[in-house]
C-alpha cells in the first residue's frame, strides 16, 4: 500500500500565531518555528463588552494580521494564547479573570479553534511570558528558570528540564501569593502577608502612600500635588534619585522582600536564571546591585552562586511570544 504525499498546504504551515490577553491591551504576532516575528500588532481588548466579543475581536485582528503579512489561515500551523487565570489550561477554559468582567469558564480554546479555523494552545499568561523569555529572551538556552513580573502584582512562571511547570490543576507558580508575612497585609486574594503585597510596583505606591498619610514628610506629596493616589512606582523612584528619606526607606523594603522572595524560591528551585520583568527593572544598577545582596544574604551559597538574577529582554511581547513558543514545543500538552 502506497503512502499519500504530504498535502501542500500541510508543508506550506510554517508560521505560528502568539496572543498575549491584557485586562487593557491584546499583543498579537505570527512567527516562524524558529522563532522569528514575521510580523506583530496591538489592540485594546475592550474587556468590559464581555467575553464574545472579546473573542470574536481577537480572532478579527489576528486575521487581519495574517493577511496584513501577506499570508492566509491556511499558512498557519498553531495558535498559541496567554490568559489571565485561573484557568484550565489543559482544556483551555478561563475559570474565573478577574480582570475581565464576564469571563467565568469560557471556552476559550473552543471558541478561538472555530473562529480561526486551526488548533489552539491556552495558558497563563506568566506561564506564557517565562516561556517567551526561556525561548527567545534573557534565558535563552537555560532548562531550569524561574520569571517573575514585577506589576500590578507578582507573575510568575518556572521551567524545570526545558518544559514548564503547570501542576496537578494548571495553577503552579503562584509565586506572588507565596507568604512572606502570615500576620501581614492583606492580599486581594484573601491571605495575608503574600509576596506581591510587599514587592510589586504596586506595593512600592502602597508602602509611600502609608508612610505619608502617617504623618513623614516627603518630596513625592509635592510630586503628586497632594493627591496621594497618584503615587506609583514611578513617582517613588524619581524621588528616590532626588534623596528623599520616605523614598529610600520604601526602596530599601522592596528590595528587602523582593530579596527574601527570591531566596525562598531559589532554596526550593535551584534554577540557573531567573529573569525578572516590569517597569522596574529600568532602575538598573539601582534594583539589580542590593537585590544581589539581599538575595545572597538568604539563600544557601550553593544555590545562590549556581543562579543568575537578569532583566527580562521581551517587554510587552513575552507573553505572546511564550504562547507561540509553547505551541511549538509542548503542542501535545494541549491536544495539538
Known amino acids: 500500500m502506497k503512502h499519500k504525499p504530504k498535502s501542500k498546504s500541510l508543508s506550506n504551515k510554517k508560521y505560528v500565531i502568539g496572543i498575549d490577553l491584557g485586562g487593557t491591551t491584546v499583543t498579537a504576532i505570527i512567527?516562524?518555528?524558529?522563532g522569528k516575528?514575521?510580523?506583530?500588532?496591538?489592540?485594546l481588548t475592550h474587556g468590559l463588552k464581555g467575553p464574545s466579543f472579546v473573542i470574536k475581536n481577537i480572532?478579527?485582528?489576528v486575521k487581519k494580521l495574517v493577511s496584513d503579512s501577506g499570508l492566509t489561515m491556511k499558512h498557519i500551523w498553531r495558535a498559541g494564547m496567554g490568559s489571565p487565570g485561573p484557568l484550565d489550561s489543559k482544556k483551555g477554559i478561563i475559570i474565573n479573570a478577574v480582570n475581565l468582567p464576564g469571563w467565568k469558564n469560557i471556552k476559550l480554546k473552543k471558541t478561538l479553534e472555530k473562529e480561526l479555523g486551526t488548533g489552539v494552545g491556552v495558558d497563563n499568561d506568566a506561564n506564557c511570558a517565562a516561556y517567551g523569555e526561556k525561548w527567545m529572551g534573557a534565558?535563552?538556552?537555560c532548562d531550569d528558570v524561574v520569571a517573575l513580573t514585577l506589576g500590578t502584582g507578582v507573575g510568575g512562571g518556572i521551567i524545570i528540564g526545558g518544559?514548564?511547570?503547570r501542576g496537578t490543576n494548571c495553577n503552579a507558580a503562584e509565586i506572588g501569593h507565596m507568604s512572606l508575612n502570615p500576620d501581614g497585609i492583606t492580599c486581594k486574594c484573601g491571605a495575608k502577608g503574600c509576596f506581591e503585597q510587599y514587592a510589586s510596583a504596586s506595593a512600592i505606591a502602597n508602602s509611600a502612600r502609608r508612610k505619608i498619610k502617617s504623618g513623614r514628610k516627603s518630596k513625592i506629596t509635592e510630586m503628586v500635588k497632594g493627591n496621594l493616589n497618584k503615587i506609583d512606582s514611578k513617582v517613588v523612584y524619581e524621588a528616590l534619585m532626588n534623596k528623599d528619606k520616605v523614598a529610600q526607606e520604601t526602596w530599601d523594603e522592596f528590595i528587602k522582600y523582593l530579596g527574601a522572595g527570591i531566596a525562598n524560591?531559589?532554596?526550593c528551585i535551584n534554577p540557573e536564571v531567573v529573569v525578572i520583568g516590569g517597569g522596574v527593572i529600568n532602575a538598573g544598577d539601582k534594583l539589580f546591585r542590593p537585590l544581589n545582596r539581599a538575595v545572597k544574604s538568604q539563600?544557601?551559597?550553593?544555590?545562590?552562586g549556581a543562579a543568575k538574577i537578569v532583566p527580562a529582554k521581551l517587554g510587552q511581547k513575552a507573553g505572546a511570544i511564550g504562547a507561540?513558543?509553547?505551541?511549538?514545543f509542548e503542542g501535545e500538552y494541549y491536544g495539538l
Open 59 to 61: 480572532a478579527d485582528n
Open 139 to 141: 534565558a535563552k538556552n
Open 31 to 34: 512567527t516562524n518555528k524558529s
Open 299 to 304: 539563600a544557601f551559597d550553593a544555590v545562590y
Open 37 to 43: 516575528i514575521i510580523r506583530e500588532t496591538r489592540f
Open 324 to 328: 507561540a513558543g509553547l505551541v511549538i
Open 265 to 267: 524560591v531559589l532554596n
Open 163 to 165: 518544559r514548564l511547570i
